[in-house]
């Protein structure tokens, strides 16, 4: 049995070990996302920054593991079996959200998993004993203050975050405007001065207060001259600033890196515990066992856990490293990043949670109360913010998603916040704080326009109701989960093992196969991101035409997939054919989505002459889907139907259209492909032939039904909506044609013979 145990240890240390990775991978947004939002050094030396905190918050941490050791739960009254279920439960749990989470691109609190998976778990086993006649109630078992402590720290820093957030950074706007390089002279000192010590303060109170270094005698002498250091370090760094800026060091730049090293090492210092806490409580209740249990495991009681441990200085250095290496490579890290920085962005983005109807509402509302706060200001006064709030002025570095200005504020402020809540003994999650905080400066920035207000509002209501997802999971989760490991015993502990095992390495492989298919569309970045407006139009047609080459191969594949299947009486191609068709309605509206972004990045003269175009070629896509998925459904449910099959001389018949038009796809992607409009008239020409086939054949095809040919009746009127769906999309490619042309060249004219019926 002890043998079984063992595995049981090692593997929660092999769980722990992803977990640092899947944990690093979703924590990273905290300390990452205002370096590399406002571009203010490579994404390398950001790493290397980051990474030096995380090592040094890792290994200076004292590895205290209370909330794992009792702080959910009170060891005493329970046996080394039912903590060792916990601990699995909470382990396998705590894996499969955050993996979960970082695959969506979701930033979660690590904080919030942990402890709802102890308590969920706790909860569950302890119901089970209370169940087998033990004298103990819920107060005797279990410690709901954590619990509750962490509930209130999660309204709390929600909604203070995101109000501080907002109003630090409209008064830092109001100081420096958009133009903020021509106010620098003088400011910058100050300004980097009250940063600067923020960061420091943060450190020292919250950073460091655990850490090893840390004895009771220096932390009351830091106490004790708080004030003292505080004023100080003030003094120290608003002259350095000072001196940095005469010396053309870009001050800003210091600041934000600043923040990113005292971010990612306080990290790595307290939240440490999320990741290696279960692991090592579970090692140490194993050693209590082995050593004092007796071979007694459902009746041995685990008091010792009561005490504190210290956790062995070469698990915090292999934690570190494990946790350095994990922020250098993970691929998943960059996806959650990805998703706050779109959300907070200065310039449009790929608003990629749609709309709700909550934020839609809450625009509409908040544009109400604008308009009213229009009409009672003074002019002078909204002129005044006016010239303080003009976004045309922005100064923000090739490829940044907001400046410096706002890079500053949302780690100044996230690291200020996080010390207050400290200093009050309030739990605020770092993954809350730092995200609302970055969205209320985006929403003082007016980052939140008319054209994306409702995105962003539902991608926060998104991420926030994520957080509270979380909570819930977890708990019912580790609960699921240990229930049936304590009434299945060991093969249902191997059994979930090696599930878990499973859904890990399936995780990883869909996450990997979606990164390439997607890829990081760099061409949509590189346009919304470019500051010279003349060089747009030139990229976003390349991007335009790359798109619409996709979906152009993607409809013939389709079209000859769809008909070969319904002449063969394939009902299962079809099936896969309407699943197809209705997920690459979501793609090519998310393509027009990013290609709209990228039309207000046009001069006002090309946008205007350009948008009709682009907005009929896009709607002309359109119509070809919806005729291929009209032309699917008739036939998918006349094949699943087992009805009678195409007769062999229709069969024929539709075959030489089928290789026409095969012929007229391939011939529009060799004409997108080499740009030369001067053969679109004859390939319009050409769609003319096609049409006055298909509508002969249409015709005859008509008369058999209404002559009353019986014997094929019902497949005949499936052949003629196919028929008719052809011709509408044989129109639609004609249609295309002339609008790619206009793209391409606004001057191109058809041959008058050949303009007729557009």
Known sequence: MEILFLCVVIFLFLLAVFDLSVGVSNDAVNFLNSAIGSKAASLKRILIVASIGVFIGAAMSNGMMDIARHGIFRPEHFSFYDLICIFMAVMVTDIILLDVFNTLGMPTSTTVSMVFELLGATFVVAIIKMAGGIDLGFNDLLNTEKALSVILGIFLSVAIAFFFGTVVQFLSRMIFSFNYRSRLKWKVGIFGGICATAIVYFLLIKGAKDLTFMTPEVKAWISGHTAVIIAGCFAFFTILMQLLHFLHVNVLKVIVLMGTFSLAMAFAGNDLVNFIGVPLSGLASFQDYVANGGGDAHGFLMGSLNSSANTPFYILIGAGAIMVVSLATSKKARNVTKTEIGLGSQQGGDEMFGSSRIARRLVRWTLSVLAWVRRVTPLRVRQWFARRFNVDETIM??????????????????????????????????????????????????????????????????????????????????????????????????????????????????????????????????????????????????????????????????????????????????????????????????????????????????????????????????????????????????????????????????????????????????????????????????????????????????????????????????YVNMLQETQEMVSSIRKYLRAFAKLRDSEFRSRPALAKGF
């Open 397 to 718: 570095d090739q490829g940044a998603a907001f400046d410096l200005i706002r890079g500053s504020v949302n780690l100044v402020l996230a690291a200020a916040l996080i010390a207050l809540g400290t200093s009050l003994k309030l739990p605020l999650s770092t993954t809350f704080v730092t995200f609302m905080v970055a969205m209320g400066t985006s929403l003082a920035d007016r980052s939140w326009g008319r054209e994306s207000a409702v995105f962003r509002i539902t991608g926060v209501i998104s991420v926030i109701g994520g957080w509270f997802i979380t909570a819930g999971a977890a708990f019912i989760g580790a609960g699921v989960i240990v229930a049936l490991m304590h009434f299945g015993g060991q093969w249902v502990m191997l059994l979930i093992a090696v599930l878990t095992i499973v859904l890990i390495i399936r995780s990883n492989r869909r996450f990997s196969s979606k990164n390439t298919a997607e890829s990081d569309d760099a061409m949509f970045q590189t346009i919304i991101s470019t500051q010279d407006k003349t060089q747009t139009w030139p990229l976003m047609m390349m991007y335009i035409t790359e798109q619409q080459y996709k979906f152009f191969t993607y409809a013939e594949e389709k079209y000859m997939d769809i008909t070969a299947a319904f002449i063969s009486e394939n009902a299962g191609v079809l099936n896969k054919v309407d699943s197809s068709l209705a997920k690459q309605k979501t793609v090519l509206k998310n393509a027009r989505r990013k290609e709209t972004l990228c039309l207000r990045h046009l001069t006002r003269e090309m946008a205007i002459e350009k948008s009709t175009w682009f907005y009929l070629s896009n709607n002309l896509c359109m119509n070809i889907l919806y005729n291929l998925r009209r032309i699917n459904e008739v036939c998918k449910e006349h094949v699943e139907n087992n009805f009678l099959p195409l007769p062999a001389r229709y069969a024929e018949e539709y075959e030489l259209m089928r290789t026409r038009i095969c012929q007229l796809f391939n011939d529009t992607l060799a004409l997108m492909k080499s740009g030369d409009i001067d053969a679109i008239s004859e390939l319009r020409a050409h769609c003319d032939e096609i049409k006055d086939i298909v509508s002969d054949t249409y015709h005859r095809a008509h008369d058999q039904l209404r002559d009353g040919d019986t014997s094929a009746l019902s497949v005949l009127y499936v």
